[in-house]
């Protein structure tokens, strides 16, 4: 099974000081990158990771969660797994933009 780590902590709270408190003008993302020019190297570690777990999506949520198949595959599987690989080693392959033009 694989072990999933916890999400990491909120980062702390930071509070702007001196000018750009009364800076009306600057946009959040502007604000933002002034407050992580100020981080430590761990607070930025540990921002960005929560960042990242905040974007993540329902699907890739569910799909870290479940459970990892263990069933045995059959033989008619592997046969097909096989015969991908060598299609792949073969060059035999298409793109996702030739895939699209032949479905539509």
Known sequence: MVSRSE??????????TGPARYRCS???KEQLRRAIEELS?????????????????????LLDSAPLDDEPTTPDEDD?????HEQLARGELYTAEEIKSEVG
Do not use: H, K, N
């Not at 999400?7 to 702007?16: K, M, S």
């Not at 190297?41 to 921002?47: I, L």
């Open 7 to 16: 999400p990491p902590p909120p980062p702390r709270t930071i509070a702007l």
């Open 41 to 61: 190297e761990p607070e930025a570690q540990d921002t960005l990771g929560y960042i990242v777990q905040r974007r993540r999506d329902a699907l890739t949520e």
């Open 26 to 28: 600057m946009t959040a």
């Open 80 to 84: 097909g797994v096989r015969e991908a």
